[in-house]
Nanobody, 128 residues
Framework: QVQLVESGGGSVQAGGSLRLSCTAS????????MGWFRQAPGKEREGVAA????????YYADSVKGRFTISQDNAKKTLYLQMNSLKAEDTAMYYC?????????????????????WGQGTQVTVSS
């Protein structure tokens, strides 16, 4: 069973930065798609970014392109989301998600990853 634990959320002023981390355990395969989702109050959950753990496939939502960067440290089984130039509309609960083993490479990079495993979420609040 894959377990995901997020950290790094908090409160920041608009224009600031935060880095989220997601530490995974319980899997050995490198063919996973790992991603970040967010949900603001009263809104639907949306995919923010995703990366194929073998590399070569990355997805960003249009709303975060150029501001957010997803990365991974496979040795530490940790996924990161560097968030720069934060805006008030980025305020949401952020969730780490994973699909695998043998996740679909193309779907991962197209923002259509399956979500078999979820973390508990970490709150990001951006004040304007």
């Amino acid at each position: 069973q894959v377990q995901l634990v997020e950290s790094g959320g908090g409160s920041v002023q608009a224009g600031g930065s935060l880095r989220l981390s997601c530490t995974a355990s319980g899997y050995t395969s490198s063919r996973f798609c790992m991603g970040w989702f967010r949900q603001a109050p009263g809104k639907e959950r949306e995919g923010v970014a995703a990366v194929y753990t073998r590399g070569g496939s990355i997805y960003y939502a249009d709303s975060v392109k150029g501001r957010f960067t997803i990365s991974q440290d496979n040795a530490k089984k940790t996924l990161y989301l560097q968030m720069n130039s934060l805006k008030a509309e980025d305020t949401a609960m952020y969730y780490c998600a994973a699909d695998g083993p043998y996740s679909d490479y193309i779907s991962c990079g197209a923002g259509r990853m399956e979500t078999k495993f979820w973390g508990q979420g970490t709150q990001v609040t951006v004040s304007s």
